[in-house]
Every structure is written in structure tokens, then in C-alpha cells.
């Protein structure tokens, strides 16, 4: 049977490649994005419609369903954007590799140093990432208590409407995601770290999304198209995702490529790119609600690649006042259709229903959103907070990431930035005394925890990036494109800090704001003081050299040095290959793995658990190692408790000091919690289990 669905699996893959080739032009980079794209929306609208039927759950409706969706778009693209040219990928494929090592052959010394030495590291972070994505089980947080959690539910359940969980995650996140960690678990025969597949492929594809709007950009110039997308692969908050099960780094990869679709369109004026743009609208949207974050970003954008543009045929950069009417139009219907197909369903409507709002609970609200600021002081209140988190995240940017893992590069991230400390200090800016605006205080040394799994871009974005857009936004490197893309840029920084409290573990929210800024490390190839250029500006050479050096060594110590997920016993553990299942899971909350495994040890994997957590109570390791568990909330957020259903086999709850809800019986089990351990994010509870038949 598992061989079945593997080949099912093969031939949808197939079935997708050869969809998008009789869609998109022959390119490699057009065909291996449209690839995904078309993957991601037909495994996401085919989940919509399984649910609807109570077949979430069965792995042959999935093997048959999901090549409905590409069958329809292939046709509807063959009347609205027909393509006459035929390609053979494969062929392709074996050409452009070719192309490459010529292209590497024929750079200068300095540039074959330059990019030996980020192809060496980034092929190193690949395989190692590969394998901790094949061989580690998923143990991410929002993972434990929502994200995954509600997956194996909607397995079991054989639908994704709405249940009410424990966490507030569960029912108020979009479900996209959750359709292709759904399709790929069963389809790879309950292979549990498929899970992963989508998170680890949008790696990829982001940075063959970043080569190809490089190349639009710079006219296809290699060396800046290589350059850009290497670095994004160095860069730390978007390569750590990489072995996660976080959904940021998928937004990353669906923002960019309807940013390549945008600026390709530009370049074109070919119609199918509107429609192909409009698509992934739709899905990242459905994705997300964080995207609306970025819809001025993404606006800003269209404006130079779609409404204000060159005349057509003209090949001159300068962005005119001739406004294209017919694109806007036909963008603008296509982005309301694919809303409706690919955004409407995942869940917004019925969190309007449920809740009153289509994030969530007022709770979440106020603990996440901008009322926290505007309900002390009003909006004048929030300017002042929002600018204070402008700053406090200016200030996280500028770390060695990565290399402060280590205590050498501690020491050295330290006195690099005693000038910020000593300025911010004579500002009075006091952005780590002013708490009201801020999930956890900021602090000039943040945790280790904090820094570790939750980095930002390192020394390429403090060094050469945000320098390079200041030279952009100013005219100093006069460029159209970079222009608009510094003010994407900044209105996505400004929308994460003035939405929302400081939170130390941003760093994972700047990804998207990444795919703007690594574009401009395409100035160092494209005006005067060219990296390209033999013999000349040497001073540049040697900073860029120097900075990349560090970028490389800084990515190769945070895959390494993972806390979350360590390849090698570092750190005083062990590494994620020798470690068992619910330790690695609980590692963020070590003082209730004891209580997890005795809990393990007790129930049956075939027992039906009736679960009186909390809210950030770890629920997905209780499934057991082969997800076959079956357990039901009967505390969920926000609501009043739930009578325990009949036929259930045990009782799980925790006993909290504010709720006392369970009163333990003299025959219930106390699994407990460690209370000696200092400095947890979170304490544990006191966990109880009951025998009920």
C-alpha cells in the first residue's frame, strides 16, 4: 500500500511538472516556480473540498483528487494565456548546469573565491538540513501546541471544520498550510517527518525565486543573480526554518514568487504572469494573515511593475506616469477569483463566525495586536511605542548571529555594539525599561534561547544590505527597482513594529522582509564600483569579502549549534540523531519530558484520551510515536469545560494553581512536573492521569 501512494505520489509530481511546462515560458527557474506554485494550489483546493466530503483522512481520495485542480488550471491558462512553445525540462535541467560551471570557470579569482566558498557552505547547510528534516522528529513549540497538533485532529476527525482546541492556534490559524502536511503524511504512507516536505521545499524554491527576480532586475546578470540568492541561502532567520515545521518560511516562498511573476511581467508584458501573480495572491494569502502586513509592500511593488511602466517595446528603465489600465484590470479581477478559490476557505470566515473576527479571540487580539497600545493613550501612544519597537528592532539586526553561538563571537558581538548601548543610553530612548508595548521586555542581551532559534539575517544585513538601501532610497545608486523595493522594504518594517509588540522571536517575521532586501546586493554588480570589475575598488572587494567570510561561518555555526535541533552532540546535549522522540520534542520545556514519557509508558497507543490541558500545554507528543492515539479537548479556549465523551479510556489534565477544574482522585496517577528547573519560559503543570475503564 505504501508503495502505492509513493508512486501516486511520483506521477502527481510528474502531472505537475508537465502541467506547468504547457503554462509557463521555456525557463528553467519559470518552470521549477509555476511547479510549486501549481503543487502548493492544487493540493491546498483539493483539501477544501475533501473536508467538505469527511474525507480528510483517506489517503485514496487524496491520490485521486489532487490532479483535478491542475487539470482545470492547465485549461483555463490554454484559453486565457495560451502557450505555444513546447520544452522538455529535463533537457533543461542537464543545460543549465552545464551553463553554470562555465559561468563559475570563467569568473575572475576573486569571484570564484567569493562564490566557492558560499556554494561550499551552502551545499554543507543543504545536506546536513536534508538530514535533520529526514531523521528528527519536528519539536517546535507552535508546532507541539497548534500547528501540528490540529493536523493529526483533522486526520483523525476526517474533516477541518472547526472544533475547538486547546490552544487558540488550532482553530483560528488558516488551514492551507495544513492541507499539504496532510496530503504529505499520508501519501508517503504516515511517514510522520513529511510533515516538514512543504517547509524544506519552500527553501528552495525562495532561493530559485531570488535568482530569477535578480535576473529580472539586473537583465540577467549572473554573477548579481548568484550572488543574491546564495546569500538569502546564508541568511540565518530563513535557513533555520528550513528543518521546521514553522509556517513563515512558506509565506517567504509564496511571497517570492509573486514577486518574480510581478517583475517578469514588467519585463514581458506577457499576460499569463497577471494571472500567474494573481495566483499566488490567492495562495498566500490563504496562507497567512500575517501577509496583510505586507499588502502595502507588495502594492508598492505592483506599482512599478505593473501600473506605472516603460512604453511597451522600450527597453529604457526610467518608470513613466503611462498608466496600464488593461494590466490593473485584468490583475485586479484575476486576485478577486483567486481570493475566493484560494483564500476565502481557509478558515477566515468561520473565525468571523466562531469569534467576531477573522484573526481570532479578542484575547489573542489584545495580546498580539495594536490595541495593546492604543487602549493606553490612543494611537498618539502607539506611534510613540511603535517607533520605540522601529528602534529596538534596528538594534537586534545589528548582532553576529550565528557566530555569538560560540563564546569567542560573543565576546566579539559585545564590543561591537557597546557604541549602540552607550547611544541608546544617552537618547534615553529606554527601550528596555518601557515595557507596555512588548510580549517579553527587550533587552540589549537577549537570551540564549532567543538568539539561537530565532536569529536575524547576520552580518549581511546589517553590513551590506541596509547600507546598500539607504544608497538606493537616496539616489545615490540610482536604480528604479531598488527604489520601490526601499520602500517595500521599510513599510514591512514599519508594519511589524507598529502592529504588534516587540517579541525577541521576530527574527522569524523578517524573512519576508528578507526576499526585499537581499535584491539590493544586486547594486554590488550593477554600477560603477562593480564587484565584477578586474583591479578595481579594492576597498569593496575586501569589505564584501570579509563580511561574506563571516556570513558563511556564522550559517554553518547556527546550523551546528542549533539548539532546537543539533546535528552533533554540542551545547551539553545530545545530538537530534541519538535523541529520543518526546525528550526531543519537550526540549523547550525539559520539566515535563518526565511526565510525557510516564505518560507514554502508561497508555495504550490505540487508547482513546480525554485532555483537560491548557493553553500552551504540549499536545502533539501524547499522540505517541506512531500518531494512533486518539485524543479529545475537552478544555478548550475560552470555553466552558466539556463532559468527557463515553467510550473514553483515560483522562490526562493539568492542575493549575488559577483553575482548579479536576480534583484529584486517590487512584489517579500523578505524572507531575520538574519544579527545580529555573529560567522556563513557560513552567509546567502539575499532570494528572486517570484510569476511566
Known amino acids: ?14 502531472y505537475i511538472g508537465r502541467t506547468s511546462a504547457g503554462i509557463c515560458r521555456p525557463s528553467l527557474i519559470e518552470w521549477l516556480i509555476t511547479s510549486f506554485l501549481l503543487f502548493a494550489g492544487s493540493i491546498i483546493i483539493t483539501g477544501y473540498c475533501l473536508s467538505a466530503l469527511d474525507l480528510t483522512g483517506n489517503t485514496w481520495a487524496w491520490a485521486i483528487a489532487v490532479f483535478i485542480p491542475p ?32 559561468w563559475y570557470v570563467s569568473g575572475t579569482l576573486y569571484l570564484r573565491f567569493l562564490f566557492g566558498i558560499m556554494i561550499l557552505s551552502v551545499a554543507i547547510i543543504g545536506i546536513t538540513n536534508l538530514l535533520l528534516v529526514l531523521f528528527t522528529v519536528p519539536n517546535e513549540w507552535d508546532s507541539m501546541t497548534g500547528h501540528l497538533n490540529r493536523v493529526i485532529q483533522y486526520i483523525q476527525r476526517g474533516t477541518m471544520a472547526h472544533f475547538g482546541g486547546t490552544n487558540w492556534n488550532i482553530d483560528t490559524y488558516p488551514k492551507s498550510v495544513c492541507t499539504i502536511q496532510i496530503y504529505s503524511y499520508l501519501i508517503t504512507g504516515k511517514f510522520e517527518n513529511a510533515f516538514k516536505l512543504i517547509h524544506h521545499l519552500s527553501y528552495w524554491i525562495t532561493l530559485v525565486a531570488v535568482f530569477g527576480i535578480a535576473q529580472r532586475i539586473t537583465k540577467n546578470r549572473l554573477n548579481a543573480s548568484f550572488f543574491c540568492a546564495l546569500a538569502f541561502a546564508l541568511f540565518l532567520d530563513f535557513l533555520m526554518q528550513a528543518v521546521t515545521t514553522e509556517t513563515d518560511i512558506v509565506l517567504a516562498a509564496y511571497l517570492s514568487c509573486l514577486l518574480y511573476f510581478l517583475f517578469t511581467y514588467r519585463v514581458t508584458y506577457e499576460n499569463r504572469y497577471l494571472y500567474l501573480a494573481a495566483l ?12 496583510t502586513l505586507l499588502l502595502p509592500s507588495v502594492f508598492v511593488v505592483m506599482i512599478y511593475t505593473v501600473f506605472l511602466q516603460k512604453g511597451k517595446g522600450q527597453k529604457k528603465e526610467n518608470v513613466t506616469l503611462n ?11 484575476a486576485i478577486v477569483v483567486c481570493f475566493c478559490l484560494w483564500t476565502l476557505p481557509t478558515g477566515y470566515v468561520k473565525n468571523i463566525q466562531v469569534f467576531g473576527h477573522p484573526i481570532g479571540p479578542p ?5 498580539q495586536s495594536i490595541e495593546r497600545a492604543t487602549s493606553n493613550g490612543g494611537y498618539r501612544n502607539l506611534f510613540e ?6 528602534v529596538r528592532y534596528a538594534y537586534d539586526f545589528v548582532n553576529l548571529d550565528g557566530l555569538r553561538n560560540v563564546k569567542i563571537g560573543q565576546d566579539i558581538n559585545r564590543g561591537m555594539r557597546i557604541p549602540l548601548v552607550w547611544l541608546e543610553d544617552k537618547l534615553r530612548m529606554r527601550l528596555d525599561e518601557t515595557t507596555e508595548f512588548s510580549i517579553v521586555p527587550f533587552s540589549f542581551e ?50 511589524l513594529s507598529y502592529s504588534a509588540p516587540y517579541d525577541p522571536w521576530k527574527g522569524r517575521y523578517f524573512q519576508e522582509t528578507g526576499v526585499f532586501g537581499v535584491l539590493f546586493l544586486t547594486l554590488l554588480f550593477t554600477h560603477k564600483y562593480s564587484l565584477e570589475k578586474s583591479g578595481y575598488s579594492v576597498a569593496l572587494k575586501t569589505y564584501v569579502g570579509v563580511v561574506t567570510v563571516v556570513a558563511c561561518i556564522s550559517a554553518l555555526l547556527a546550523v551546528f549549534l542549533n539548539f532546537r535541533c543539533l546535528p552533533f552532540d554540542a551545547l551539553g546535549r545530545k545530538s537530534a540523531f541519538k535523541m529520543d522522540r518526546i525528550p526531543m520534542m519537550t526540549f523547550a520545556r525539559p520539566d515535563i519530558t518526565q511526565a510525557y514519557l510516564k505518560f ?23 499522540y505517541g510515536k506512531h500518531l494512533t492515539r486518539r485524543l479529545i479537548p475537552i478544555r478548550p479556549f475560552e470555553q466552558p469545560l466539556r463532559p468527557i465523551p463515553p467510550g473514553t479510556d483515560y483522562l490526562m489534565y493539568a492542575k493549575s494553581d488559577t483553575i482548579d477544574l479536576f480534583k484529584p482522585l486517590p487512584t489517579d496517577i500523578r505524572l507531575g512536573t520538574d519544579t527545580t528547573m529555573k529560567g522556563m519560559i513557560v513552567k509546567g503543570e502539575d499532570y494528572y492521569l486517570r484510569k476511566l475503564k
Open 1 to 14: 500500500m505504501v508503495l502505492i501512494s509513493l508512486l501516486s505520489f511520483g506521477v502527481f509530481l510528474g
Open 71 to 102: 487539470t482545470i488550471l492547465r485549461a483555463v491558462f490554454s484559453k486565457i494565456a495560451p502557450q505555444t512553445t513546447a520544452f522538455l525540462p529535463l533537457k533543461m535541467v542537464v543545460s543549465r548546469w552545464h551553463a553554470a560551471q562555465r
Open 280 to 291: 499566488s495572491f490567492g495562495v498566500v494569502y490563504g496562507h497567512k494573515v500575517t501577509f
Open 323 to 333: 498608466i496600464n489600465w488593461s494590466a490593473i484590470f485584468k490583475l485586479g479581477i
Open 363 to 367: 484575547t489573542s487580539l489584545k495580546h
Open 385 to 390: 511605542q511603535g517607533s520605540r519597537n522601529v
Open 446 to 495: 537577549r537570551r540564549f534561547e532567543f538568539f539561537n532559534g530565532n536569529p536575524y539575517w547576520g552580518i549581511f544585513g546589517f553590513a551590506l544590505v541596509f547600507p546598500l538601501l539607504f544608497l538606493a532610497l537616496f539616489g545615490i545608486l540610482r536604480s528604479p527597482a531598488h527604489w520601490f523595493l526601499a520602500v517595500a522594504l521599510l513599510l514591512h518594517f514599519a508594519a
Open 600 to 622: 507514554d509508558e502508561l497508555v495504550p497507543d490505540s487508547a482513546t484520551v480525554a485532555l483537560g490541558t491548557i493553553n500552551d500545554d504540549f499536545e502533539y507528543p501524547l
